[in-house]
Protein backbone atom coordinates (compact mmCIF):
# COMPACT_ATOMS: atom_id res chain seq x y z
CA UNK A 1 0.00 0.00 0.00
CA UNK A 2 3.28 2.68 1.15
CA UNK A 3 4.59 2.13 -2.27
CA UNK A 4 1.50 2.62 -4.19
CA UNK A 5 0.65 5.94 -2.79
CA UNK A 6 4.01 7.29 -2.75
CA UNK A 7 4.05 5.90 -7.08
CA UNK A 8 0.57 7.79 -7.08
CA UNK A 9 2.09 10.70 -5.85
CA UNK A 10 5.27 11.29 -8.10
CA UNK A 11 2.70 10.67 -10.73
CA UNK A 12 0.56 13.59 -10.33
CA UNK A 13 3.84 15.36 -9.56
CA UNK A 14 5.30 14.39 -13.33
CA UNK A 15 1.86 15.36 -14.79
CA UNK A 16 1.74 19.15 -12.58
CA UNK A 17 5.29 19.46 -14.09
CA UNK A 18 4.42 18.27 -17.48
CA UNK A 19 6.77 14.98 -17.78
CA UNK A 20 5.73 11.72 -18.86
CA UNK A 21 3.74 10.00 -16.31
CA UNK A 22 3.85 6.34 -14.37
CA UNK A 23 -0.29 6.97 -14.09
CA UNK A 24 -2.45 9.08 -15.88
CA UNK A 25 -3.62 12.25 -13.20
CA UNK A 26 -6.84 10.99 -13.29
CA UNK A 27 -6.19 7.26 -11.98
CA UNK A 28 -4.04 8.02 -9.76
CA UNK A 29 -6.08 10.62 -7.93
CA UNK A 30 -8.94 8.17 -8.08
CA UNK A 31 -6.78 4.96 -6.75
CA UNK A 32 -5.91 7.22 -4.09
CA UNK A 33 -9.73 7.83 -3.36
CA UNK A 34 -10.16 4.07 -3.19
CA UNK A 35 -7.36 3.59 -0.93
CA UNK A 36 -8.37 6.01 1.31
CA UNK A 37 -11.99 4.46 1.50
CA UNK A 38 -10.77 0.78 2.30
CA UNK A 39 -7.79 2.54 4.98
CA UNK A 40 -10.32 5.04 6.73
CA UNK A 41 -13.07 1.98 7.13
CA UNK A 42 -10.52 -0.09 8.55
CA UNK A 43 -9.52 2.40 11.15
CA UNK A 44 -12.58 3.29 12.00
CA UNK A 45 -14.10 -0.63 12.24
CA UNK A 46 -10.67 -1.51 14.53
CA UNK A 47 -12.44 -1.99 18.06
CA UNK A 48 -11.02 1.12 20.23
CA UNK A 49 -9.53 2.99 18.01
CA UNK A 50 -11.87 6.10 18.24
CA UNK A 51 -14.30 6.66 20.95
CA UNK A 52 -16.19 8.96 19.45
CA UNK A 53 -16.69 10.30 15.55
CA UNK A 54 -15.04 13.64 16.95
CA UNK A 55 -11.95 11.65 17.94
CA UNK A 56 -11.52 10.23 14.19
CA UNK A 57 -12.38 14.27 12.64
CA UNK A 58 -9.23 15.69 15.65
CA UNK A 59 -7.17 12.56 14.65
CA UNK A 60 -7.73 13.12 10.67
CA UNK A 61 -6.89 17.36 10.85
CA UNK A 62 -3.71 16.89 12.95
CA UNK A 63 -2.58 14.19 9.80
CA UNK A 64 -3.58 17.07 7.24
CA UNK A 65 -3.59 20.75 8.46
CA UNK A 66 -0.05 21.11 10.17
CA UNK A 67 1.85 20.88 7.28
CA UNK A 68 -0.39 22.11 4.84
CA UNK A 69 -0.54 25.61 6.75
CA UNK A 70 3.18 25.46 7.08
CA UNK A 71 3.04 25.32 2.58
CA UNK A 72 0.56 27.61 2.42
CA UNK A 73 2.32 30.10 4.78
CA UNK A 74 5.38 29.19 2.72
CA UNK A 75 3.84 29.84 -0.69
CA UNK A 76 1.61 33.41 0.63
CA UNK A 77 5.44 33.94 1.77
CA UNK A 78 7.37 33.21 -1.74
CA UNK A 79 4.46 35.25 -4.10
CA UNK A 80 4.82 38.26 -1.24
CA UNK A 81 8.98 38.18 -2.51
CA UNK A 82 8.59 37.48 -6.15
CA UNK A 83 5.10 38.95 -7.07
CA UNK A 84 2.60 38.09 -9.08
CA UNK A 85 1.77 38.84 -12.48
CA UNK A 86 -1.30 41.68 -12.53
CA UNK A 87 -3.19 39.00 -15.18
CA UNK A 88 -2.75 35.83 -13.14
CA UNK A 89 -5.66 33.85 -12.19
CA UNK A 90 -5.10 34.19 -8.51
CA UNK A 91 -5.36 37.70 -8.94
CA UNK A 92 -8.53 37.70 -10.37
CA UNK A 93 -10.09 35.21 -8.12
CA UNK A 94 -8.84 37.72 -4.64
CA UNK A 95 -10.15 40.59 -6.35
CA UNK A 96 -13.20 39.23 -7.16
CA UNK A 97 -16.84 39.44 -5.25
CA UNK A 98 -15.78 36.01 -3.52
CA UNK A 99 -12.85 36.45 -1.66
CA UNK A 100 -14.03 36.12 1.45
CA UNK A 101 -15.13 32.89 0.29
CA UNK A 102 -11.95 31.72 -1.55
CA UNK A 103 -9.57 33.36 1.66
CA UNK A 104 -11.80 30.53 3.79
CA UNK A 105 -10.90 27.87 1.62
CA UNK A 106 -7.39 28.39 1.34
CA UNK A 107 -7.39 28.21 5.19
CA UNK A 108 -9.80 25.26 5.56
CA UNK A 109 -9.06 23.55 2.36
CA UNK A 110 -12.83 22.81 2.33
CA UNK A 111 -14.91 23.34 -0.47
CA UNK A 112 -11.57 24.30 -2.88
CA UNK A 113 -13.18 21.81 -5.24
CA UNK A 114 -15.85 24.20 -5.76
CA UNK A 115 -13.22 27.36 -7.32
CA UNK A 116 -12.91 24.59 -10.35
CA UNK A 117 -16.01 24.56 -11.13
CA UNK A 118 -16.53 28.73 -11.49
CA UNK A 119 -15.25 30.54 -14.85
CA UNK A 120 -12.33 32.04 -14.53
CA UNK A 121 -11.25 30.54 -11.17
CA UNK A 122 -9.99 27.21 -11.64
CA UNK A 123 -6.77 27.87 -10.53
CA UNK A 124 -7.30 30.66 -8.16
CA UNK A 125 -5.84 28.39 -5.42
CA UNK A 126 -2.81 29.17 -3.66
CA UNK A 127 -2.07 25.47 -3.42
CA UNK A 128 -4.48 24.40 -6.25
CA UNK A 129 -4.22 20.31 -6.18
CA UNK A 130 -5.63 20.67 -3.08
CA UNK A 131 -9.08 20.00 -4.14
CA UNK A 132 -8.58 16.37 -3.80
CA UNK A 133 -7.77 16.66 -0.11
CA UNK A 134 -11.07 18.55 0.06
CA UNK A 135 -12.61 15.25 -1.55
CA UNK A 136 -10.77 12.93 0.86
CA UNK A 137 -12.29 15.98 4.12
CA UNK A 138 -16.07 15.41 2.52
CA UNK A 139 -15.51 11.46 2.93
CA UNK A 140 -14.00 11.71 6.26
CA UNK A 141 -17.20 13.89 7.29
CA UNK A 142 -19.11 11.31 6.74
CA UNK A 143 -17.38 7.75 7.50
CA UNK A 144 -18.05 7.30 10.69
CA UNK A 145 -21.79 7.15 10.14
CA UNK A 146 -21.50 4.58 6.63
CA UNK A 147 -18.58 2.20 7.16
CA UNK A 148 -20.83 0.35 9.74
CA UNK A 149 -23.61 0.32 7.91
CA UNK A 150 -23.01 -2.20 4.96
CA UNK A 151 -26.84 -1.08 3.43
CA UNK A 152 -25.74 2.28 3.80
CA UNK A 153 -22.45 1.98 1.89
CA UNK A 154 -24.52 0.03 -1.02
CA UNK A 155 -27.03 2.72 -1.03
CA UNK A 156 -24.34 5.32 -1.34
CA UNK A 157 -22.40 3.23 -3.87
CA UNK A 158 -25.12 2.75 -6.08
CA UNK A 159 -26.11 6.51 -5.99
CA UNK A 160 -23.35 7.63 -6.79
CA UNK A 161 -22.79 5.26 -9.98
CA UNK A 162 -26.50 6.65 -10.98
CA UNK A 163 -25.57 10.02 -10.81
CA UNK A 164 -22.24 9.31 -12.84
CA UNK A 165 -24.42 7.99 -15.42
CA UNK A 166 -26.84 10.44 -15.21
CA UNK A 167 -24.46 12.92 -16.01
CA UNK A 168 -22.61 11.11 -18.86
CA UNK A 169 -25.69 10.63 -20.48
CA UNK A 170 -27.78 13.77 -19.86
CA UNK A 171 -24.79 16.42 -18.84
CA UNK A 172 -21.60 17.20 -18.55
CA UNK A 173 -20.26 14.24 -16.86
CA UNK A 174 -17.43 13.55 -19.65
CA UNK A 175 -15.74 17.05 -19.32
CA UNK A 176 -13.40 18.23 -16.60
CA UNK A 177 -13.93 18.98 -13.84
CA UNK A 178 -17.03 16.67 -14.36
CA UNK A 179 -15.13 13.62 -14.52
CA UNK A 180 -13.37 12.96 -11.11
CA UNK A 181 -13.59 16.18 -9.20
CA UNK A 182 -17.04 16.05 -8.19
CA UNK A 183 -17.68 14.64 -5.26
CA UNK A 184 -21.17 12.91 -5.14
CA UNK A 185 -19.88 10.95 -8.44
CA UNK A 186 -16.39 10.13 -6.48
CA UNK A 187 -17.91 9.25 -3.62
CA UNK A 188 -19.00 5.52 -5.63
CA UNK A 189 -14.89 5.10 -5.47
CA UNK A 190 -14.36 5.49 -1.88
CA UNK A 191 -17.43 3.45 -0.78
CA UNK A 192 -15.65 0.47 -3.01
CA UNK A 193 -13.01 0.92 -1.34
CA UNK A 194 -15.40 0.45 2.17
CA UNK A 195 -16.89 -2.37 0.86
CA UNK A 196 -14.09 -4.34 -0.08
CA UNK A 197 -12.79 -3.79 4.01
CA UNK A 198 -16.12 -4.87 4.62
CA UNK A 199 -16.35 -8.16 2.68
CA UNK A 200 -12.89 -9.26 1.61
CA UNK A 201 -11.18 -11.38 3.56
CA UNK A 202 -7.78 -10.44 5.42
CA UNK A 203 -6.19 -12.98 6.17
CA UNK A 204 -3.58 -12.92 3.40
CA UNK A 205 -0.19 -14.76 3.31
CA UNK A 206 3.01 -13.76 2.52
CA UNK A 207 2.98 -14.74 -0.80
CA UNK A 208 -0.57 -13.66 -1.57
CA UNK A 209 0.36 -10.04 -0.37
CA UNK A 210 3.25 -10.12 -2.79
CA UNK A 211 0.98 -11.19 -5.84
CA UNK A 212 -1.26 -8.61 -4.76
CA UNK A 213 0.63 -5.98 -4.67
CA UNK A 214 2.18 -7.16 -8.04
CA UNK A 215 -1.14 -7.73 -9.25
CA UNK A 216 -1.52 -4.04 -8.08
CA UNK A 217 0.96 -2.25 -9.84
CA UNK A 218 0.26 -3.92 -13.09
CA UNK A 219 -3.39 -3.14 -13.25
CA UNK A 220 -2.46 1.07 -12.95
CA UNK A 221 0.39 1.22 -14.34
CA UNK A 222 -0.70 -1.19 -17.65
CA UNK A 223 -3.64 -0.86 -17.95
CA UNK A 224 -4.26 2.39 -18.65
CA UNK A 225 -1.67 2.46 -21.62
CA UNK A 226 -3.66 -0.27 -23.74
CA UNK A 227 -5.31 3.08 -25.06
CA UNK A 228 -8.51 1.77 -25.81
CA UNK A 229 -12.06 1.55 -23.80
CA UNK A 230 -10.52 4.09 -21.45
CA UNK A 231 -13.06 3.99 -19.18
CA UNK A 232 -13.24 0.19 -19.05
CA UNK A 233 -9.94 0.21 -18.14
CA UNK A 234 -9.63 2.53 -15.61
CA UNK A 235 -12.87 0.79 -14.01
CA UNK A 236 -10.90 -2.14 -14.37
CA UNK A 237 -7.93 -1.20 -12.57
CA UNK A 238 -9.93 0.18 -10.12
CA UNK A 239 -11.21 -2.93 -9.34
CA UNK A 240 -8.20 -4.54 -9.26
CA UNK A 241 -6.74 -2.12 -6.42
CA UNK A 242 -9.81 -2.75 -4.39
CA UNK A 243 -9.64 -6.80 -4.56
CA UNK A 244 -5.94 -6.06 -4.15
CA UNK A 245 -5.99 -3.73 -0.81
CA UNK A 246 -6.10 -6.68 1.90
CA UNK A 247 -2.99 -7.81 0.10
CA UNK A 248 -1.24 -4.40 -0.05
CA UNK A 249 -2.25 -3.70 3.70
CA UNK A 250 -0.42 -7.18 4.25
CA UNK A 251 2.70 -6.12 2.05
CA UNK A 252 3.10 -3.09 4.67
CA UNK A 253 2.99 -5.37 7.35
CA UNK A 254 5.51 -7.66 6.47
CA UNK A 255 7.62 -4.96 4.59
CA UNK A 256 7.99 -2.19 6.59
CA UNK A 257 9.73 0.12 4.30
CA UNK A 258 6.59 0.19 2.08
CA UNK A 259 5.06 1.82 4.62
CA UNK A 260 7.54 4.44 5.28
CA UNK A 261 7.92 5.00 2.09
CA UNK A 262 3.70 5.95 1.58
CA UNK A 263 4.27 7.93 4.34
CA UNK A 264 6.33 10.42 2.36
CA UNK A 265 2.96 10.64 -0.23
CA UNK A 266 1.25 13.38 1.85
CA UNK A 267 4.28 16.16 2.12
CA UNK A 268 5.34 15.66 -1.20
CA UNK A 269 1.96 16.46 -2.53
CA UNK A 270 1.23 19.15 -0.24
CA UNK A 271 4.69 20.79 -1.28
CA UNK A 272 5.29 20.12 -5.14
CA UNK A 273 3.33 22.75 -6.70
CA UNK A 274 5.08 25.10 -4.72
CA UNK A 275 8.53 23.56 -5.49
CA UNK A 276 7.17 23.57 -9.40
CA UNK A 277 6.28 26.77 -9.66
CA UNK A 278 9.66 28.16 -7.20
CA UNK A 279 12.16 25.79 -10.00
CA UNK A 280 10.13 27.46 -12.80
CA UNK A 281 10.62 31.01 -11.84
CA UNK A 282 13.90 30.88 -11.35
CA UNK A 283 15.00 28.98 -14.51
CA UNK A 284 11.86 29.16 -16.46
CA UNK A 285 9.90 26.36 -18.30
CA UNK A 286 11.92 23.57 -20.25
CA UNK A 287 11.86 20.15 -19.45
CA UNK A 288 14.78 20.24 -17.67
CA UNK A 289 13.19 22.67 -15.36
CA UNK A 290 10.44 20.28 -14.89
CA UNK A 291 12.83 17.66 -13.99
CA UNK A 292 14.68 19.75 -11.81
CA UNK A 293 11.96 20.85 -9.89
CA UNK A 294 10.25 17.22 -9.60
CA UNK A 295 13.47 15.68 -7.74
CA UNK A 296 13.56 19.18 -5.59
CA UNK A 297 9.89 18.33 -4.79
CA UNK A 298 10.83 14.71 -3.39
CA UNK A 299 13.22 15.56 -1.37
CA UNK A 300 11.67 18.44 0.11
CA UNK A 301 8.74 16.50 0.86
CA UNK A 302 11.18 14.23 2.33
CA UNK A 303 12.45 16.54 4.39
CA UNK A 304 9.53 18.29 5.61
CA UNK A 305 8.12 14.37 6.78
CA UNK A 306 11.18 13.89 8.45
CA UNK A 307 11.88 16.92 10.32
CA UNK A 308 8.05 18.62 11.00
CA UNK A 309 5.14 14.99 10.22
CA UNK A 310 7.16 12.35 11.73
CA UNK A 311 7.77 14.82 15.19
CA UNK A 312 4.44 15.69 14.78
CA UNK A 313 3.56 11.86 15.15
CA UNK A 314 5.33 11.72 17.56
CA UNK A 315 3.56 14.00 19.89
CA UNK A 316 0.54 12.92 18.78
CA UNK A 317 1.23 9.23 19.76
CA UNK A 318 2.31 10.61 23.12
CA UNK A 319 -1.22 13.03 23.94
CA UNK A 320 -2.62 9.40 22.53
CA UNK A 321 -1.14 7.50 25.24
CA UNK A 322 -1.70 9.66 27.84
CA UNK A 323 -5.39 9.93 26.73
CA UNK A 324 -5.48 6.50 27.16
CA UNK A 325 -4.25 6.08 30.44
CA UNK A 326 -6.22 8.69 31.82
CA UNK A 327 -9.77 8.40 33.73
CA UNK A 328 -11.75 10.00 30.61
CA UNK A 329 -9.14 7.44 27.92
CA UNK A 330 -10.25 4.11 30.25
CA UNK A 331 -14.10 5.47 29.83
CA UNK A 332 -14.32 6.33 33.11
CA UNK A 333 -15.88 10.04 32.49
CA UNK A 334 -19.39 8.89 31.95
CA UNK A 335 -19.97 7.13 34.76
CA UNK A 336 -18.61 9.72 37.26
CA UNK A 337 -21.02 12.41 35.06
CA UNK A 338 -24.07 9.99 36.14
CA UNK A 339 -22.96 10.49 39.39
CA UNK A 340 -22.73 14.30 39.35
CA UNK A 341 -26.22 14.48 37.51
CA UNK A 342 -28.19 12.02 39.99
CA UNK A 343 -26.56 14.44 42.80
Known amino acids: MGLIRLLLTISVVLVHAGLPSLIGGRLAVQVFF ?42 AAAFSVIGLPEEAEIVRVYQSNIQGFVALSQLTIICQDWLLFMPG ?19 YLLAPFVVRRPRAMLLLFGASVSLRFALLIFGPGSADPWTYRFFPTELAIFMLGTLGERFLPKAIGTKAAAFGAIAALFAIILLPRLNSHAILLSVAALTTVALAAPALIRFDAVMPWSRRLGDLGFPIFVVHVLVLNMTRQIWGDSTSTALIGTLTAIVIGAALHRFFTARLDGWRRSMRLRLQRSPIGRGELPELTGQVARG
Do not use: C, H, K
Open 34 to 75: LISGYVISLVLNEPGRYRSAWDFYTARALRIWPEYLLVLSLT
Open 121 to 139: MRFGALAPQMWAIALEIYF
